[in-house]
C-alpha cells in the first residue's frame, strides 16, 4: 500500500440524514449543502454531537472551531457531479440528495459543460466564500463513480448500452471520467483530499486516498468489467496513489480476480457480505474497510455486533491492512450498539500491543 496509517485498525461510523434530524434537528435541504455559513455551522454541530455521544472514542475532535469544510463529509451522498451533467436532485429534510435520472437519448456529454452548469457555479460561489472569510478550505465533495453516474445520466438504458454497443460505451464513460478528473484534481489542490466525503476511513491514511465509487458494479458481469471499466481503475490506480475502490455491494469478492489485477489498489471498501478471506487471499497488500450493515444493525444484539466484528477482523487476517465502519446508520439504531462498534474495535487494537 503506497501510505501509511496514522491509527492503527481505524474505525468510523456515519449517520443517515434521518439520525442526524432526529437527534441534532439538522435539515437537510439544499441550503445544507450550498450555504456557506450552513455548511461550516452544521458540520460543527455535527462534530459537537459526535462528541457528547461518543466523544471518549475520539469523535467530535473538530467541535470547538468553525471550519470552511465544502462537502458534507459526515454524509454518504453522491450528488453534485450528477447535478453538473443534467440531472435533477431533490433535497428533502431528513434524507440523503436523491438524484433524478437525465435518461439522455443519445450516449455523449460534453465534459466542459458540467463546468458551466449552475449547480458547479453555485458550488464555487460556497467555496469562494468561504476561502474569503477563512482563508483555506477543508474536505472535499463525494464525485461518485463512472458507471454509478452512467446510471444517473442515462438510466437502465445505459445496461442495455453496454451489450450492444460497447465502443460508443466506453467513450461515453471516458467522457465522464473527464469531469471526474478535472473535478476531483481541483477540490484536492485546494483541501488536500478528495475522498473523505465517500468513505471517512481514508482520514486515517497520511495520504488522501482517491476512491473510486463503484456501488452499481453489483449490477453488471466481471466480464463486462475487465472488458469496459477495469481500464479506468488501472489508469488511475497509476496516476493517483493510494488509489481506492468503494464497493458497498454484496459481493466484492466476485471481482477479487480482478481487483488483484489493478496495478495498485491501496484501498478496497467491503461491502456486507463480502467474502474478506478471499478479497485477502487475492490482495494481501490492499488496505480492506470492512463495512458493517446498518440495517442488520438494527435488529442484532450488543454480542451479535461485537462477535461479527471479531470474525470479520480475524478474517482480513491483517490489523496494520484493516479498517471498520458503518454507514448509514438511522435512527432506529441505539447508542449502545454504536458504542458495541467502537468500544470492540478498541479492543481488538489493545490484544494486538497498541
Not at 452512467?150 to 469531469?179: C, H, K, N
Not at 450498539?337 to 468500544?343: D, F
Request: glycine share 6%; proline share 4%.
Amino acid at each position: 500500500m503506497n501510505s501509511s496509517l496514522t491509527s492503527r485498525l481505524p474505525v468510523e461510523i456515519v449517520f443517515h440524514p434521518s439520525w442526524w434530524h432526529k437527534n441534532a434537528g439538522i435539515t437537510f435541504d439544499r441550503d445544507f449543502f450550498f450555504h456557506p455559513a450552513r455548511r461550516v455551522e452544521a458540520e460543527q454541530l455535527m462534530e459537537k454531537v459526535l462528541y457528547e455521544r461518543f466523544g471518549k472514542y475520539g469523535l467530535g475532535s473538530e467541535r470547538d472551531i468553525p471550519q470552511p469544510v465544502i462537502g458534507a463529509v459526515h454524509n454518504a451522498a453522491g450528488y453534485l457531479l450528477s447535478e453538473m451533467m443534467g440531472c435533477k436532485v431533490e433535497y428533502s429534510e431528513n434524507s440523503s440528495p436523491q438524484v433524478r435520472s437525465a435518461d439522455i437519448a443519445t450516449l455523449e456529454i460534453k465534459p466542459q459543460d458540467a463546468f458551466q452548469s449552475p449547480a458547479f457555479k453555485q458550488f464555487v460561489n460556497l467555496t469562494d466564500k468561504l476561502k474569503e472569510k477563512y482563508g483555506y478550505l477543508k474536505g472535499d465533495v463525494n464525485w461518485n463513480g463512472i458507471l454509478n453516474l452512467a446510471l444517473d445520466l442515462r438510466g437502465q438504458e445505459i445496461m442495455i448500452d453496454m451489450y450492444e454497443s460497447p465502443d460508443q460505451v466506453g467513450r461515453f464513460f471516458r467522457q465522464i471520467a473527464t469531469v471526474i478528473e478535472t473535478f476531483v484534481d481541483g477540490i484536492q489542490k485546494e483541501t488536500g483530499s478528495s475522498s473523505i466525503s465517500v468513505n471517512r476511513t481514508v482520514k486515517h491514511l497520511d495520504k488522501p486516498v482517491f476512491l473510486h465509487s463503484e456501488c452499481s458494479h453489483t449490477m453488471i458481469s466481471v466480464k463486462q468489467y475487465e472488458e469496459i471499466l477495469m481500464q479506468f481503475d488501472i489508469e488511475w490506480s497509476r496516476k493517483y496513489r493510494p488509489f481506492g475502490v468503494h464497493y458497498c455491494g454484496k459481493d466484492p469478492h466476485r471481482y477479487a480476480e480482478s481487483f488483484a489485477k489493478i496495478p495498485h489498489l491501496d484501498f478496497l471498501d467491503v461491502g456486507y457480505e463480502g467474502d474478506v478471506k478471499i478479497l485477502r487471499n487475492h490482495l494481501p497488500d490492499t488496505f480492506l474497510n470492512i463495512r458493517l450493515s446498518p440495517v442488520k444493525l438494527i435488529d442484532q444484539s450488543v454480542d451479535d455486533i461485537r462477535n461479527e466484528i471479531r470474525k470479520l477482523v480475524s478474517d482480513s487476517g491483517n490489523h496494520d491492512l484493516t479498517g471498520v465502519c458503518c454507514i448509514n446508520i438511522d435512527d432506529k439504531v441505539s447508542d449502545d450498539k454504536i458504542t458495541a462498534i467502537l468500544e470492540t474495535v478498541r479492543e481488538l487494537r489493545n490484544i494486538q500491543g497498541e
